[in-house]
């Protein structure tokens, strides 16, 4: 069972990502195509699940609503900010998504999936590292007066 997400706090984490909340009214989410309105940015309403939770639902609107919509999802799934994001609840528009708080197996899996996307750069990083150790190493015993003789 999922934990309950308040429409404002959803709204707090889009609006710190620099996201512009419209504050619609519910009838207004509903109403018309979500490009019509005059500024992009989001508005938040509360969804009750089947098993009665309480959950938010996030729209983009505004005339660039599509990429809104995928900086609500970038956004919400940060790990500082533990959400879910998903699309398959009953009665979403195409521009809505749901927002539920993530388990912590969601984001167990999303530190490894981000473990295994950053290993190839992360050894290079530590070859990087160890090279200029050993160089920083020779170049102190040649200081030393210690070179190699061959």
Same mark, same amino acid.
């Given at each position: 069972?999922?934990?309950?997400t308040?429409p !404002? +706090?959803? $709204?707090g !984490? &889009?609006?710190? %990502?620099? &996201?512009?909340? /419209?504050? *619609? +009214?519910e009838d ?6 979500p490009?019509?309105?005059e500024h992009?940015?989001?508005a +938040?309403r509360?969804?009750r699940?089947?098993d %009665? +939770?309480?959950?938010t639902v $996030? %729209?983009a ?5 599509y ?7 970038f956004? &919400?799934?940060?790990?500082?900010v533990k ?8 009665s *979403?528009g195409?521009?809505e998504?749901?927002v539920r708080? =993530?388990?912590? =197996?969601?984001l167990?899996a999303?530190r @490894?999936? @981000?473990a295994?996307r950053? $290993?190839p ?5 530590? @070859?990087?590292? $160890?090279a200029?150790k050993? =160089?920083?190493?020779?170049q =102190? /015993? ?9």
């Amino acid at each position: 069972m999922p934990r309950t997400t308040r429409p !404002h +706090t959803i $709204a707090g !984490h &889009l609006t710190a %990502g620099g &996201l512009t909340d /419209l504050r *619609l +009214t519910e009838d207004e989410q509903h109403q018309g195509h979500p490009g019509r309105h005059e500024h992009d940015g989001f508005a +938040t309403r509360s969804y009750r699940a089947e098993d %009665g +939770t309480l959950l938010t639902v $996030a %729209g983009a609107y505004g005339p660039d609503w599509y990429m809104t919509l995928a900086q609500i999802r970038f956004r &919400l799934e940060q790990p500082y900010v533990k959400c879910t994001v998903t699309d398959d609840a009953p009665s *979403l528009g195409d521009h809505e998504v749901l927002v539920r708080w =993530a388990t912590s =197996a969601e984001l167990r899996a999303r530190r @490894q999936a @981000q473990a295994i996307r950053q $290993a190839p750069l992360a050894r290079m990083l530590r @070859q990087q590292d $160890a090279a200029v150790k050993a =160089a920083a190493e020779r170049q =102190a /015993l040649e200081d030393a007066g210690q070179s190699a003789l061959w």
